[in-house]
């Protein structure tokens, strides 16, 4: 039996990230939790060990690149998918050049996002 | 207005010669030839300030219209920051309806509905997933929409860029009996971003051949008008209503059934044309079809009026 | 000035093999792979200047890999290459921030020149980002 795929939803919008973590928890192989700001998320990623953490790139306090270089600095292993309402090329770039994996506009479906953390995953495994 | 002198027939030095010459004349001649040259000298003199009457009108008709694509180029600089703005904002709350709406459908799945209802409610749900996925669209098209990278210029040979984009189209319009003619003429290389220009041309050669349908000709020609790069393409569909002229560069208007075509090409096409220092301009063509024209300047140094947009 | 450095991605190995040959003779620094995903590995590991790009492939077809090219290397300019041309994917490739849209068959010094004007751009968008 594979072990499930560990994600961690951050957002500061509530019913976006409750909705998600509810999503992806109903997925066969995956556990979700959310934190609803980078500082809360710094915290649980420093507690427990997440394969695939979903960042929102724009939160109060502290930000999504400021979240980054955190999880960098704590070497978090976990691979990072930025979602985001607005496209800007570049947040894009820089978030991409701090290591994220990937990023992805919203609206987009759990389908397409589930599609994206097993990419992320077999990445993961490669490196 | 840079460039825009008025384009009198009459020189204006005539116009301060011809009073001294009325007094010379009377001195060198005799009476007689006194009075026609004051005659002559009026007649001269009532031309030049009509001839430069005239040419004031015309100057302050292009300075109006072009004083217009400013405001149009800056009207959508501004629309574009307002709808960029509001994308974002929507987008998220358009996720979360997309997640409860999955939410909803597992409910479903889940629960004892009587088949009828079961059906009702799943395409209800189906109708919601739907627009919100044109939401998304809108909303993304409006972001790609918003993007603003510099322009880069590089010497290109115009003729050669807008035959690339002639050909793209033709395969596709040869099918429908679309005709596409060129008459290039000559025209010397220009300094322009040439990606942001393609998407002009193809976007205007694009529309042609959709207004034309079947059967029907797009021409397309360039010209080197007093220094500016000319490109025209006009087409044999059914031309532009009077009432639909004055919005059709606006963002989001668009000619063609709900669903089909965003309406953001023309106003695209417009934004980018002024910040490549020109513009387009729509017209109906003696024989019925639309004309569009874009101009642009040879060398994109020059206008700097429009690019500051 | 330094060999341009081109990757092309192209399914068709054959197409592939005729291209490789014919622009290695003349000085370009040629890499080729088969599909999106393995455009991505390659250009997340090397430098290249232009990429020379099949609209249609099976899986991630040419305007998704153009996205995610742009997404991560936003200096690089890509070549949109098509056997079938269509206006849709040539506006939609434009859009992307495709630089150009070639369609085959074309001769080999119509692609070069293209090359050299979109490695133009490139050293253009290097020099502004320094």
Known sequence: MPTPIKVLVVDDEDEFRNNMVKLLHMQDNIEAEGAESGEVAVTMAGEREYDVILLDVKMPGLTAMGTMERLKEMNCPAEVVILTGHASVDDAVQLMNLGAYDYMLKPCSTRDIVKKIAWAVENKVVS | MQGDQPNTHVPTWLAWVLPLAVPIAAVLAGPWTATVAALAASAAAFSVVFALGRALERARDRAVSIQDQLIQSQKMASIGQLASGIAHEVNTPLMVIGQDVELLEMVLAAGNMPEKMHAEAESCLEGIRRQVDRCGEITHKLLGFARKSDTVAQRIDANALVEDMVMLVEREAKRQGIVMQREYGQVPEVDTDPPLLRQIILNLLNNAAQAVGRDGVVRVSTRNASGRLEIAVQDTGPGIEPEVMDRLFDPFFTTKPPGQGTGLGLSTSLYIANRLGGTITAANAPNGGALFTVRLPLDAAAPAAAKAA | ?130
């Open chain 3, 1 to 130: 000035m330094e060999t341009t450095r081109v990757l092309i991605v192209d399914d068709e190995k054959d197409f592939l093999d005729l291209f490789m040959k014919r622009m290695v003779r003349r000085n370009l620094d040629v890499h080729a792979v088969t599909s999106g995903p393995e455009a991505l590995e390659y250009l997340a590991a090397n430098e290249v200047d232009v990429v020379v790009l099949d609209v249609k492939m099976p899986g991630m077809d040419g305007i998704e890999t153009l996205r995610e090219i742009k997404k991560r290397h936003p200096h690089l300019e890509v070549i949109m290459l098509t056997g079938h041309g269509s206006v849709d994917s040539g506006l939609k490739g434009m859009s992307l921030g495709a630089y150009d849209y070639v369609m085959k068959p074309f001769t080999i010094d119509d692609l070069l020149e293209r090359i050299q004007k979109a490695r133009e751009r490139v050293d253009i968008n290097r020099g502004k980002a320094r």
